[in-house]
C-alpha cells in the first residue's frame, strides 16, 4: 500500500510538496513515480525514480518546474512542485512497479511516458488544485 500526503489548493505560481510512504514494505529495488488525472482527461505520468540507482523521469509538461527526490531511510518519495499552473490541476497517485524479472528501468519509464496504469501498486490519491 501507498500512501500520499501533500496536495491542497495554491494559487498559480505557487508551490506544493507531495509525499508517498510505502505501508509495510520497503522501496528497495522498485521505481515509484507520480500519475495525475484531470477532469476528462488520461493519467498522465509525469515523474518516477529508481530507488537502485537514483535513475530519473520527467514529463515534459513538468520538467524545470517539479523535482521528485528519495528518502530512502524515510522510505519516502517526495516531489516538489514549483511555479504551479491551473493546468497542473488533478488528483495525483502515487505508483511503484518493482525491478528484476524482466521489469527494467527503461521498461517503467516507458510505462510512465505512455500513461500506463499497469503498475505494482497504488496509492489513493491527492487532490491539488490551483486557482488562476
Known amino acids: 500500500q501507498l500512501v500520499e500526503s501533500g496536495g491542497g489548493l495554491v494559487q498559480a505560481g505557487g508551490s506544493l510538496r507531495l509525499s508517498c510512504a510505502a505501508s509495510?514494505?520497503?522501496?528497495?529495488?522498485?521505481?515509484i513515480g507520480w500519475f495525475r488525472q484531470a477532469p476528462g482527461k488520461e493519467r498522465e505520468g509525469i515523474s518516477c525514480?529508481?530507488?537502485?540507482?537514483?535513475?530519473?523521469y520527467y514529463a515534459d509538461s513538468v520538467k524545470g518546474r517539479f523535482t521528485i527526490s528519495s528518502d530512502n531511510p524515510e522510505n519516502t518519495v517526495h516531489l516538489q512542485m514549483n511555479s504551479l499552473k491551473p493546468e497542473d490541476t488533478a488528483v495525483y497517485y502515487c505508483?511503484?512497479?518493482?525491478?528484476?524479472?524482466?521489469?527494467?528501468?527503461?521498461?517503467?519509464?516507458?510505462?510512465?511516458?505512455?500513461?500506463?496504469?499497469?503498475?505494482?501498486?497504488w496509492g489513493k490519491g491527492t487532490q491539488v488544485t490551483v486557482s488562476s
Open positions: 505508483a511503484a512497479e518493482g525491478l528484476g524479472y524482466g521489469t527494467t528501468w527503461t521498461s517503467v519509464r516507458a510505462a510512465f511516458q505512455s500513461g500506463d496504469n499497469d503498475m505494482e501498486f
Open positions: 509495510g514494505w520497503t522501496f528497495k529495488d522498485y521505481v
Open positions: 525514480i529508481s530507488f537502485t540507482d537514483g535513475k530519473i
